[in-house]
T-cell receptor
Framework: QQQVKQSPQSLIVQKGGISIINCAYENTAFDYFPWYQQFPGKGPALLIAIRPDVSEKKEGRFTISFNKSAKQFSLHIMDSQPGDSATYFCAAGETSYDKVIFGPGTSLSVIP | NAGVTQTPKFQVLKTGQSMTLQCAQDMNHEYMSWYRQDPGMGLRLIHYSVGAGITDQGEVPNGYNVSRSTTEDFPLRLLSAAPSQTSVYFC????????????FGPGTRLTVT
């Protein structure tokens, strides 16, 4: 019930295209859903996060869509750029629980 | 402001050896955590601490020990290294707990032969 599923495992997108990564969770007590971005050889860094009181959050080219009833959330990267090539992790956490659970990651390659 | 620092960057151990991975942060964060990253497994929580003197287990704590004597430092000890502990280890800290932004260190790549 603590698991966070993420798909696809890898993704290749043309420059200028839209990258979409999907995640699903089971635990309805989760109330915090961050996305982390990791470049090769570096530690992950927070990209964007959402709480379940909103259905969408946008920061620049990055948008999180959240579907509470389906227990799913997704990351959309508009106008994808080669510099977006990285591994993306979704995660889920619960306010009263001192942990977040990470998905297995998606390796994104944006080709020119 | 160095953020979260980890040493060493790389380490090779023989089975049965012990070692300590160092982690320090200069942001006065109360929450610190250790994760291991393995291909296709994401980041799995090993141990975490909500403040000096307080530690708790995460998802995969077996074979690891931690202590938190100061706010700044959170070392991870491998008691008797096993090949299954070959991984990349990340330390992270957060000012408000894991449900707020966690700042990750650069990682330690550990190989156990």
């Amino acid at each position: 019930q603590q698991q966070v599923k993420q798909s696809p495992q890898s993704l290749i997108v043309q420059k200028g295209g839209i990258s979409i990564i999907n995640c699903a969770y089971e635990n309805t007590a989760f109330d915090y859903f961050p996305w982390y971005q990791q470049f090769p050889g570096k530690g992950p860094a927070l990209l964007i996060a959402i709480r379940p009181d909103v259905s969408e959050k946008k920061e620049g080219r990055f948008t999180i869509s959240f579907n509470k009833s389906a227990k799913q959330f997704s990351l959309h990267i508009m106008d994808s750029q080669p510099g977006d090539s990285a591994t993306y992790f979704c995660a889920a956490g619960e306010t009263s629980y001192d942990k977040v659970i990470f998905g297995p990651g998606t390796s994104l390659s944006v080709i020119p | 402001n160095a953020g979260v620092t980890q040493t060493p960057k790389f380490q090779v151990l023989k089975t049965g050896q012990s070692m300590t991975l160092q982690c320090a942060q200069d942001m006065n964060h109360e929450y610190m955590s250790w994760y291991r990253q393995d291909p296709g497994m994401g980041l799995r929580l090993i141990h975490y601490s909500v403040g000096a003197g307080i530690t708790d287990q995460g998802e995969v704590p077996n074979g690891y020990n931690v202590s938190r004597s100061t706010t700044e430092d959170f070392p991870l000890r491998l008691l008797s290294a096993a090949p299954s502990q070959t991984s990349v280890y990340f330390c992270a800290s957060s000012g408000g707990g894991p449900i707020y932004e966690q700042y990750f260190g650069p990682g330690t790549r550990l190989t156990v032969t």
